[in-house]
């Protein structure tokens, strides 16, 4: 049982609240900025509303209900909004688990036409241009759209690391590149970037492609198959076909994952998953940071109670951003040392979301009842 949906401002050198926007709808909402950084848009996850909101003041500029052709609001669900690199906003949701279909949330007006794959939509990115929408389903069909027609432009082949069986891809935060456990794609040209080493074996536990802008990606793949054997840490430069960081974790380090990469590139931290110990009620993780030749920087724990941990660089460089059960963590990049943090008791905080400058993030608060 959830309640109290609100979105708020937070300082995240300090942990200090900024501004709080209450939002009185069902369901978690998607938030994007816009490029200049001056307006946030909020698209509500259940009405599917949009309000923008001026960052400085904290007051509702507009609010406008979604387009009247969207299907029925109990087949489908609002999944994200981002802003083209025309300044477009662009919301998308998915309706009867196969079909994807985006609306310009301010305006109200269906501005993309529905595109069906043929198994549940496993995840929708725009290219850099916002020409093109590129979406994965389960099945492993990666299909190229055109935005304004919703005609399916191509079918993506990629290279699978299982004989007989398709891989999806997950499109890079920049929209340049795709990358699967096997191979990157660049989305302008069709063609697939130099291919990773050949040595990588992946298992469930450890499967883990997160791609980075500029055509990186950090790769968890195992040193022999098996999930008891020790994880390797990639992070490889597709366009140029060369590894930047290379090196194999520590035996201790066994269930791992997300990653994130500094800013700099020097520093890549990473969550350890660490199974409850006999006659103790709750799992933890760790938050371990290593150098780019594998050499542990810091390490610092955490009671993750069970919970998935998300961790992401914040883009001023300076710190690493976790969100830990339901509190939002800020830890030094050179040291690990908590420098804000904020959330816990009562408030679930989910999604934290950075500003242009990396000073201010937004953060969705949900209050347990």
């Given at each position: 049982?959830?309640?109290?949906?609100?979105?708020?401002?937070?300082?995240?050198r300090t942990?200090?609240?900024?501004?709080?926007i209450s939002i009185p709808?069902?369901?978690?909402?998607?938030?994007a900025?816009s490029p200049?950084?001056?307006?946030?848009?909020?698209?509500?996850?259940?009405?599917?509303?949009?309000?923008?909101?001026d960052?400085?003041?904290?007051?509702?500029?507009?609010?406008?209900?979604?387009?009247?052709?969207l299907?029925a609001?109990?087949?489908?669900h609002?999944?994200g909004?981002?802003?083209t690199?025309?300044?477009v906003?662009?919301?998308?949701?998915?309706?009867?688990?196969?079909?994807?279909l985006?609306?310009?949330p301010?305006?109200?007006?269906?501005?993309?036409?529905?595109?069906?794959?043929?198994?549940s939509i496993?995840g929708?990115?725009?290219?850099?241009?916002?020409?093109h929408?590129i979406?994965t389903?389960?099945?492993?069909?990666?299909?190229?759209?055109?935005?304004?027609t919703?005609?399916?432009?191509?079918?993506?082949p990629v290279?699978?690391?299982?004989p007989?069986?398709?891989?999806?891809?997950?499109?890079?935060p920049?929209?340049?590149?795709a990358?699967s456990t096997?191979v990157?794609?660049?989305?302008?040209t069709?063609?697939p970037?130099?291919?990773?080493p050949?040595?990588?074996y992946?298992?469930?536990?450890s499967?883990?492609?997160r791609?980075?802008d500029?055509?990186?990606v950090?790769?968890?793949?195992?040193?022999k198959?098996g999930?008891?054997?020790?994880?390797?840490?990639l992070?490889?430069?597709?366009?140029r076909?060369e590894?930047?960081?290379?090196f194999?974790?520590?035996?201790?380090?066994?269930?791992?994952?997300?990653?994130a990469?500094?800013?700099d590139?020097?520093t890549?931290?990473?969550?350890?998953?660490?199974p409850?110990?006999?006659g103790?009620?709750?799992?933890t993780?760790?938050?371990?940071?290593?150098?780019?030749?594998g050499?542990?920087v810091?390490?610092q724990?955490?009671?993750?109670?069970?919970a998935?941990?998300?961790?992401?660089?914040a883009?001023?460089?300076k710190?690493?951003?976790?969100?830990i059960?339901?509190?939002?963590?800020i830890l030094?990049t050179?040291?690990?040392?908590?420098i804000g943090?904020?959330?816990g008791?009562?408030l679930?905080?989910?999604?934290?979301?950075?500003m242009?400058d990396?000073?201010?993030?937004?953060?969705?608060?949900?209050a347990?009842?």
């Amino acid at each position: 049982d959830v309640g109290n949906k609100a979105v708020e401002l937070f300082d995240p050198r300090t942990g200090k609240r900024l501004r709080k926007i209450s939002i009185p709808d069902a369901g978690l909402p998607s938030l994007a900025f816009s490029p200049d950084g001056k307006t946030l848009l909020v698209v509500a996850g259940g009405s599917l509303k949009a309000t923008t909101w001026d960052v400085a003041t904290g007051a509702k500029l507009k609010e406008t209900d979604p387009p009247a052709d969207l299907p029925a609001r109990g087949r489908g669900h609002v999944r994200g909004v981002t802003y083209t690199s025309a300044g477009v906003p662009v919301a998308w949701g998915v309706w009867e688990r196969n079909v994807s279909l985006g609306w310009n949330p301010v305006t109200g007006t269906t501005g993309v036409p529905g595109f069906r794959h043929i198994d549940s939509i496993a995840g929708v990115a725009f290219t850099k241009d916002g020409r093109h929408l590129i979406g994965t389903d389960r099945a492993g069909e990666n299909i190229r759209w055109d935005v304004a027609t919703g005609k399916a432009l191509e079918r993506l082949p990629v290279e699978s690391d299982t004989p007989g069986m398709p891989r999806n891809v997950i499109v890079a935060p920049d929209g340049a590149y795709a990358f699967s456990t096997v191979v990157g794609v660049d989305m302008t040209t069709r063609k697939p970037l130099p291919k990773y080493p050949g040595d990588l074996y992946y298992t469930y536990s450890s499967h883990l492609v997160r791609p980075l802008d500029g055509g990186r990606v950090i790769l968890l793949p195992r040193t022999k198959f098996g999930s008891d054997t020790p994880v390797r840490c990639l992070v490889w430069d597709a366009r140029r076909g060369e590894a930047l960081i290379d090196f194999v974790l520590p035996a201790d380090f066994v269930n791992v994952g997300p990653a994130a990469l500094a800013v700099d590139g020097k520093t890549l931290a990473i969550v350890r998953h660490v199974p409850a110990r006999p006659g103790t009620a709750n799992p933890t993780c760790t938050i371990a940071a290593f150098d780019a030749r594998g050499k542990l920087v810091w390490e610092q724990p955490f009671d993750s109670s069970g919970a998935y941990t998300r961790l992401q660089a914040a883009p001023d460089g300076k710190s690493f951003v976790a969100e830990i059960r339901n509190r939002i963590e800020i830890l030094a990049t050179d040291s690990g040392r908590s420098i804000g943090g904020f959330g816990g008791g009562d408030l679930w905080l989910r999604s934290p979301l950075f500003m242009p400058d990396g000073k201010r993030c937004i953060v969705s608060v949900v209050a347990e009842q």
